[in-house]
């Protein structure tokens, strides 16, 4: 990684450029279904083409997006895959609009039509203006919706599917945010993704010394393993973050979603829940050079007892939007340590793929997985799957984003079960406050 404190993700002035000659397409419930279309909602929807041979004379007939966040896997110049955007860009028209507990969404996957029944999800109650909701695809089995709604326009959604992931969300920064009525989406495949010649390490977790009370309250709550644990965290951010995103809530909701479905599994048993999004304290990360040298122990200064005590906070996971130095981007201390660290952007002395909504995914769960006593020696791997606490990535169809555990069918065995490592330490780390 680069020792710098700027945003690694934007796309290159020429990759921008392209935007000046954008067209407009709106999806209406009347358009004829596209195998093209990755994803629509219809009457909601309008797909934006990029020009190849834009002229800056345009800037004064067409819209500037400014900078994008598109991962840079995506592009070109580096997806071996396609020698054009292997992506698509949209906005969206008020998704949902009464935000109901449970709604319909009518979609376009691949041109086909669905109506995806959604849930509101709990693992925040904050009256922000935003709102996460989770579903499955009529018709396809072990399928996940996760959409994401903010004000001002800005859509997430997050699609599993059998063999594919379907990832749409804005890729302004925060101020041409601000100016845009209709923000720019992104939506791709993460089938679209490259995937690298070998894995690289990005995660690690950090020991820490347990005291003799420390082990009677694990050995405690293990009795309690059956029970659903509620553990409050706080996310926190520092200034790139915050401002490289549309809505850095919007986003952290986004990945969130999915983290507590890993977290919520039956062998796990863990509520997760949001107690605060802090920005507080952005400026004093953005400042700290151990941003970039060690942004976990900056974070376990930052975010000290005291100051997780007065937010209710059992945890804090600081997700970062800079590239740290070394290979990691994310870390952990370990149980019954409260801090976690995720790096947001792609790792520049890693691979690309590292800066994908999967590989952030996974880094979160992974991180936060150290400070339930989780650990990469109990996670299980082979040549087909990876469980989440292996330390290194190389796929989303390679690495899951669930924990080992030994009961039948699924990924482990009795040596390889971090799920029942969770589940022993989880009522302990719901009471650290």
């Keep these: 990684m680069k020792n710098t404190h700027r945003n690694l993700w934007f796309v290159s002035a020429l990759a921008v450029l392209l935007l000046l000659g954008a067209a407009v397409i709106p999806v209406t419930a009347d358009s004829p279904a596209s195998a093209e279309t990755l994803f629509s909602i219809p009457g909601k929807t309008t797909l934006v083409s990029l020009s190849d041979n834009a002229d800056v004379a ?3 007939t067409t819209p500037d997006y400014g900078p994008l966040n598109i991962p840079s896997a995506l592009l070109p110049q580096t997806n071996v895959r396609s020698a054009t955007p292997a992506y698509q860009l949209a906005s969206f028209d008020n998704v949902i609009p009464v935000r109901s507990n449970t709604v319909s969404l009518p979609i376009t996957l691949y041109g086909q039509s669905y109506t995806i029944p959604l849930t509101r999800m709990t693992f925040e109650s904050i009256d922000d203006g935003i709102d996460t909701y989770q579903g499955t695809v009529p018709g396809i089995a072990d399928s996940l919706v996760i959409v994401t709604v903010a004000d001002d326009n800005l859509f997430y959604g997050s699609i599993t599917l059998p063999n594919d992931n379907i990832e749409i969300y804005p890729v302004q920064n925060y101020n041409y945010t601000q100016i845009t009525p209709a923000p720019l989406h992104i939506i791709y495949s993460e ?6 010649a070998e894995s690289v390490m990005i995660s690690s977790g950090r020991s820490s010394p347990i005291t003799e009370e420390q082990l009677l309250a694990a050995a405690a709550s293990s009795k309690n393993a059956k029970a659903l644990a509620v553990v409050g965290f706080l996310v926190g951010t520092d200034e790139e973050f915050y401002y490289q995103e549309a809505n850095w809530i919007g986003r952290v909701q986004q990945l969130l ?12 048993g863990v509520a997760l829940g949001v107690c605060a999004y802090d920005s507080s304290m952005m400026s004093v990360f953005s400042n700290d050079p151990r941003q970039v040298t060690d942004p976990l122990a900056l974070a376990e200064e930052v975010y000290w007892d005291y100051f997780l005590e007065q937010k209710n906070a059992d945890l804090a996971l600081y997700v970062s939007g800079v590239d740290a130095n070394g290979v990691l981007i994310a870390e952990g201390t370990t149980f019954p340590k409260r801090w976690a660290w995720a790096q ?7 691979t690309h793929v590292t800066g994908t909504l999967h590989a952030q995914r996974y880094a979160a769960i992974n991180a936060l997985g150290y400070t339930f006593g989780a650990d990469p020696a109990y996670a299980y791997v082979d040549s087909s799957v990876a469980t989440v606490m292996y330390n290194y990535y190389t796929s989303s169809s390679y690495n899951q984003l669930t924990f080992s555990t030994s009961v039948s069918g699924r990924y482990g065995d009795a040596n ?4 029942a490592r969770i589940s ?4 302990a780390v719901a009471n650290h406050v």
């Design 191 to 196: 089938n679209s993704i490259p995937e690298p």
């Design 58 to 60: 345009a800037y004064s």
């Design 416 to 419: 390889h079960d971090n799920a």
């Design 257 to 268: 979603g999915t983290i507590s479905y890993a977290y919520e599994d039956s062998p796990v």
């Design 424 to 427: 022993a330490n989880k009522v």
């Design 344 to 350: 947001m952007v792609d790792d520049d002395d890693a």
